[in-house]
């Protein structure tokens, strides 16, 4: 079964500083593996995804995801943190080509503090 | 281009009461699909559809929920009659045929207080 495990539910960082938000998954192919956003009053909004390549994918507003298959990661990062970005974050699995829909974790709230 | 819109954006109804929220994706989009979070939980799958055919229905939690997709454009998710437990925020999206491994593109979600 597929799953996606976010172990924080608040990240608080400052301002400048680098930021990291984690999850780790469970498939049982091989992973489709993508990171949301979701802004006060807003829906979720794509930042990235890894389906086959370089670990490191890059995405939106700078953020980036490594994708590590031995420790089944794949955690969200930034080097420098905005105010603007504290937001809720969701990870979420696909299990492979052959699966139709998306298992997100619990989300992790991010507090970017000026 | 549009984005993914629900309606409504909020919801306030009591127990026993019938509600309908309504999605529209985007134009094209084949997929359309149902999510749900409730507080601070995650967000659960409902279903799926390819046009206007139930493509996957496994997330649906019991037979108080009805979706429909009528001529493959928007849909709509009645909830008859709700109970305290269908609380939450209810996503919906869409995405193009047959990408597998394209995003899925979130409305900002309909949230359902059931008092």
């Known amino acids: 079964a597929q799953s996606v495990a976010q172990p924080e539910d608040q990240v608080n960082v400052a301002e400048g500083n680098p930021l990291t938000v984690k999850c780790t998954y469970s498939v049982s192919g091989n992973p489709y593996l993508f990171w949301y956003v979701q802004y006060p009053n807003r829906g979720l909004q794509f930042l990235l995804k890894y389906i086959t390549g370089d670990n490191l994918v890059k995405g939106s507003y700078g953020f980036e995801a490594e994708f590590n298959k031995s420790q089944t990661s794949f955690h969200l990062k930034k080097p420098s943190a905005l105010v603007s970005d504290s937001a809720l974050y969701f990870c979420a699995v696909r299990d492979g080509p052959g699966a139709n829909n998306l298992f997100f974790g619990t989300g992790t709230r991010l507090t970017v503090i000026p | 281009e549009a984005g993914v819109t629900q309606f409504p954006s909020h919801s306030v109804i009591e127990k026993g009461q019938t509600v309908t929220l309504r999605c529209d994706p985007i134009s094209g989009h084949d997929n359309l699909y149902w999510y749900r979070r409730v507080m601070g939980k995650e967000i659960k799958f409902l279903l799926h559809?390819?046009?206007?055919?139930?493509?996957?229905e496994s997330g649906m939690p019991n037979n108080r929920f009805l979706a429909e997709r009528t001529g493959g454009t928007y849909s709509t998710l009645k909830v008859q009659p709700a109970e305290l437990e269908d609380s939450g925020v209810y996503f919906c999206a869409s995405s193009q045929g047959g990408r597998r491994t394209g995003e899925l593109f979130f409305g900002e979600g309909s949230r359902l207080t059931v008092l």
């Open positions: 559809f390819v046009k206007e055919s139930k493509q996957d």
